[in-house]
């Protein structure tokens, strides 16, 4: 990358070597996500994709044995700083699971809580986040008449849809996106990809997936990572038609994975 | 094949023999109970404090008054301690310290009911007579050795609450900025919370039951205690310091007492079971 680039980016990773109980799970990752781009990362099972994601919003400090060398900058501001505040760290850089899990409590609790823990109290300005961020989500039509409904209620691609809302509703500036449609159908995942690229008029989006053909609809660029090293990134097209590495060919030809 | 079915079949009388044995307990206290509670009648001997054997009066208020007042105050300490150990050992303390501490609280159960009762005589009755006044032996000693004796139950039954409520959940709070604090209590808790409280009434069985401990360290008069520094008696204590003199109606109005502690505890245990049950369920939802 230029050097311009490079300061336009939003998220730099620099040397980023993550272990655990000592073991390398990351090897000298260097990566930048530009704003309003949307990055897939692909790779084989146990390469670092989510290891990576839960670095970026330092979900991974909740593991005793985790430890981490090397720099991830959000606007220039390394993440890892100890004057950093993780809440607001985790409310720029929203993230979604594989695996839907919306709070036991109702749609419309789900949805403010994060706001409410950020301090916004404000009726009205609640209630206008709801409604955008489940708008954003492609869930307001199922939704709007059932707000105070138990969030369980809904089906697995629904409950998903409110977890993507939920992270919207706090005005990400990142969205961390890990296998999001592993365990969705075709229409709920078509829906979550329509939204996924709308919203990056706004920010960056992070989608780790193990569906190749997902990363080749909805990503501009897409890296490769194997075996916890990055083997190479680029625009998606450049990619899936002529990659530079010969495993990345291998691997999204379907030779293994 | 023959040996299979011998086994099975002594086994299962075994069985038997112990539901039997608890049917027969609970037959015959009520046989031997109820009938002094008719012939005093139920007004008189629930809502009188006028307890003279020798006389003929046979009033339990006093001691229903002195039970509920010691497990009321040993259920405050013992959830505040409890719970907070709860909290602490499932979400905040590295595994490695929790590992050597809950079976270290869990021992706490092992030690003999007059060893409490022991340590309260020669510790926090001293204490609380010099420091506070009165006669020591009072419904705040006796519910500082409750307190202490129903942590192991709190504990252990609502980490296991604590700990059936999803994982997800906390992953989720977290990630949506919550602390792990703000995720403990308004999350995990809450999630938990039939878990818990069948934990706490749990306790609260155990400690109404209690007797040796609360013996030594209660005072035991027959007065309905008007503060914590007050000496009260338990229905528990009333039997046991009782029973060894007692014969005829004195004798039966004991039996009546148990009785009511008999059904006061299967209230509890009920209501607790109900609870859990009800919390698993909802863990289950998911």
């Known amino acids: 990358m230029t050097e311009p680039a490079e300061i336009r980016a939003k998220v730099q990773v620099r040397d980023l070597t993550v272990r655990f109980a000592g073991k390398e799970t990351l090897r000298n990752l260097n990566l930048d996500i530009y704003p309003n781009e949307r990055l897939a990362i692909i790779g084989p099972a146990s390469s670092g994709k989510t290891t990576f994601l839960r670095c970026l919003n330092r979900l991974n400090d909740l593991q005793h044995t985790f430890s981490h060398t090397g720099r991830i900058l959000l606007d220039g501001k390394d993440v890892y700083d100890p004057d950093v505040d993780l809440a607001g760290l985790r409310r720029r850089m929203g993230m979604v699971y594989a695996v839907p899990e919306p709070l036991p409590w109702t749609i419309y609790e789900n949805l403010v809580f994060g706001p409410r823990l950020a301090g916004f109290r404000d009726k009205d300005d609640l209630d206008e986040r709801v409604e955008r961020s489940l708008k954003s989500a492609y869930l307001w039509e199922e939704t709007k008449d059932r707000l105070h409904q138990p969030a369980h209620n809904l089906s697995g691609g629904q409950q998903q849809r409110l977890c993507l809302a939920r992270v919207l509703a706090l005005k990400p500036e990142v969205l961390l996106l890990d296998e999001p449609c592993s365990g969705l159908d075709p229409i709920s995942t078509a829906k979550i990809e329509d939204a996924l690229v709308e919203l990056t008029e706004s920010l960056s989006i992070i989608l780790v997936t193990n569906n190749t053909k997902q990363a080749s609809r909805v990503s501009d660029r897409t890296a490769f990572f194997l075996m916890g090293e990055l083997i190479e990134v680029g625009p998606t097209q450049q990619i899936f038609t002529k990659p530079n590495h010969e495993r990345t060919d291998a691997y999204i030809t379907g030779q293994f994975g | ?286």
Not at chain 2, 169 to 195: D, E, F, N, P, R
Not at chain 2, 236 to 244: F, Q, V
Request: proline share 5%; aromatic share 6%; net charge positive.
């Open chain 2, 1 to 286: 094949m023959k040996q299979d079915k011998l086994i099975a079949l002594a086994l299962l009388m075994v069985a038997f023999s112990a539901v039997s044995g608890l049917a027969l307990i609970t037959v015959f206290i009520f046989k031997e109970g109820l009938p002094i509670i008719v012939k005093t009648g139920p007004g008189n001997f629930f809502l009188s404090s006028d307890w003279d054997p020798s006389s003929g009066n046979f009033g339990i208020f006093s001691m229903i008054a002195g039970s509920l007042a010691v497990t009321v105050c040993a259920m405050v300490i013992g959830t505040v301690f409890g719970l907070g150990l709860a909290i602490v050992l499932g979400e905040f303390c590295p595994p490695g310290l929790a590992a050597i501490l809950k079976p270290v609280v869990e021992l706490l159960a092992g030690i003999p009911s007059v060893v409490y009762g022991f340590v309260g005589v020669v510790t926090i009755v001293p204490l609380i007579r010099t420091y506070l006044g009165g006669p020591g032996l009072s419904v705040l000693a006796s519910s500082i050795v409750l307190g202490i004796m129903v942590l192991p139950t709190v504990t252990s039954i609502s980490m296991d609450a604590l700990r059936a409520v999803p994982r997800s959940y906390w992953q989720g709070s977290i990630a949506l900025g919550a602390t792990k604090w703000q995720t403990t209590h308004m999350v995990m808790l809450k999630a938990a919370k039939s878990g818990i409280a069948a934990a706490i009434i749990l306790g609260m069985g155990r400690a109404v039951g209690e007797t040796m401990a609360v013996i030594m360290v209660a005072g035991n008069t027959l007065e309905v205690p008007h503060g914590i520094l007050d000496p009260v008696r338990t229905l528990t204590s009333n039997i046991a310091l009782e029973m060894g003199y007692a014969s005829g109606q004195h004798r039966e109005a004991l039996f009546a007492t148990g009785v009511t502690l008999f059904v006061i505890i299967m209230i509890l245990n009920t209501v607790a079971l109900v609870m859990a049950r009800r919390g698993a369920g909802e863990g289950r939802t998911r």
